[in-house]
């Protein structure tokens, strides 16, 4: 069981306040095939609000992951969603002529998110002048989390060998990689290798502070390296210096793009939770809310005498 851990780590983090929730909100996107849209999530109360930006995997859309963006929101965070031309809301699937730039329009559209937080403290009632945009983190999962780690640093590298264009933005200052694809190569499936680009990642970049999360039975269908893959980040980037590894998890880490979807083969609300508090730790301490919490939580996971997974810190 994971309650005792839970319990110490609520005791770290502070219980959860109401939250306002706020979806779709319209932005603007020039050129863009369809309109982008963002749910926001914040806090009812409090004030010098941090900004997490969190990017969705392939076919998904700002109505998921509530398991992880709610609890944010719910501690002090102001979570901000858009939805990717790649969600099946779009229908713009793998033989579409869209397609093969939507990686770029992806990591476009966390910086639009970030140009155009005036409009978004508007739109939701009682934000305005509540949130702080010096604490900025870019957190998402499995393809979201290929777009997230571009702004924290990390490049693609061309079929020469060559590293591509920096398109990181230093108003992110922290980052969460959830089952974030590794490095390519041969081992990546010759359909990933036709099809996508961007799992051909330089980490070496990557010099924002950054967690990785990974499950160690997440068997990607896309290469033949096995779950290891995912901690690629961890393991070749400056910048990620903490790797959490869930044990027994699969791609969505036991629900956090939500319970009762397809996408989640290993359902485990345990697993979530402890995955929702070691975030949040993580976020408050990068975001300078409660410096102290990471080390505090993971001093607590250590301790437990639950085998749910392992930290790593370098």
Same mark, same amino acid.
Request: hydrophobic residues 40%.
């Given at each position: 069981?994971?309650?005792?851990?839970?319990?110490?780590?609520?005791d770290?983090?502070?219980?959860g306040?109401?939250?306002?929730?706020?979806?779709?909100?319209?932005?603007?996107?020039?050129?863009?095939?369809?309109?982008?849209?963002?749910?926001?999530?914040?806090?009812?109360?409090? !004030?010098?609000?941090?900004?997490?930006?969190?990017?969705? $995997?392939?076919?998904?859309?700002?109505? *998921?992951?509530?398991?992880?963006?709610?609890?944010?929101?719910? /501690?002090? @965070?102001?979570?901000?969603?858009?939805?990717?031309?790649?969600?099946?809301?779009?229908? @713009? $699937?793998?033989?579409?002529?869209? =397609?093969?730039?939507?990686?770029?329009?992806?990591?476009?559209?966390?910086?639009?998110?970030?140009?155009?937080?005036d409009?978004?403290?508007?739109? %939701?009632? $009682?934000?305005? *002048?509540?949130v702080? +945009?010096? +604490?900025?983190?870019?957190? $998402?999962?499995?393809?979201?989390?290929?777009?997230a780690?571009?702004l924290?640093?990390?490049?693609?590298?061309?079929?020469?060998?060559?590293?591509?264009?920096?398109?990181?933005?230093? /108003?992110v200052?922290?980052?969460?990689? @959830?089952?974030?694809?590794?490095?390519?190569?041969?081992?990546?499936?010759?359909?990933?290798? &036709?099809? =996508?680009?961007?799992?051909?990642?330089?980490f /070496?970049?990557?010099?924002?502070?950054?967690l990785? %999360? &990974?499950?160690?039975?997440?068997?990607?269908?896309? #290469?033949?390296?096995?779950?290891?893959? =995912?901690?690629?980040?961890?393991t070749? #980037?400056?910048? &990620?210096?903490?790797?959490?590894?869930? =044990?027994?998890?699969?791609?969505?880490?036991?629900?956090?793009?939500?319970?009762?979807?397809?996408?989640?083969?290993?359902?485990?609300?345990? +697993?979530?939770?402890?995955?929702?508090?070691? #975030?949040?730790?993580?976020? +408050?301490?990068?975001? /300078?809310?409660?410096?102290?919490?990471?080390?505090?939580?993971?001093?607590?996971? !250590?301790?437990? %005498?639950?085998?749910?997974?392992?930290?790593?810190?370098?």
């Amino acid at each position: 069981m994971a309650s005792a851990f839970v319990h110490a780590a609520d005791d770290i983090i502070g219980a959860g306040v109401p939250v306002v929730s706020v979806a779709p909100i319209p932005l603007l996107a020039p050129d863009r095939p369809v309109p982008l849209e963002v749910r926001v999530s914040a806090p009812a109360v409090g !004030a010098d609000l941090p900004v997490v930006v969190f990017s969705h $995997g392939n076919g998904w859309n700002l109505d *998921g992951y509530a398991p992880l963006t709610a609890f944010w929101a719910s /501690r002090g @965070f102001v979570v901000i969603q858009p939805t990717h031309l790649d969600s099946r809301r779009n229908g @713009f $699937g793998f033989d579409h002529p869209v =397609f093969p730039t939507i990686w770029t329009e992806r990591i476009s559209d966390l910086t639009r998110i970030l140009d155009q937080l005036d409009a978004i403290e508007r739109a %939701v009632p $009682g934000l305005e *002048g509540r949130v702080d +945009r010096s +604490r900025v983190a870019a957190t $998402g999962h499995s393809w979201g989390g290929q777009t997230a780690q571009s702004l924290l640093g990390a490049r693609i590298v061309d079929e020469a060998g060559q590293v591509g264009e920096d398109v990181s933005d230093s /108003r992110v200052t922290a980052g969460i990689l @959830f089952a974030a694809t590794g490095i390519g190569g041969d081992d990546l499936h010759p359909f990933a290798q &036709a099809n =996508f680009p961007f799992m051909r990642p330089s980490f /070496r970049e990557l010099t924002v502070p950054t967690l990785v %999360v &990974a499950g160690d039975r997440d068997q990607s269908r896309m #290469s033949s390296r096995g779950p290891d893959w =995912f901690t690629d980040a961890y393991t070749h #980037s400056p910048g &990620a210096t903490d790797l959490l590894t869930l =044990f027994g998890a699969e791609h969505s880490l036991g629900g956090i793009v939500g319970y009762e979807v397809a996408e989640t083969t290993d359902e485990n609300p345990e +697993r979530v939770a402890v995955v929702q508090r070691m #975030s949040t730790a993580y976020l +408050r301490s990068a975001l /300078r809310v409660s410096e102290s919490d990471w080390g505090a939580v993971r001093a607590a996971f !250590a301790d437990s %005498v639950e085998s749910i997974g392992r930290v790593d810190s370098r």
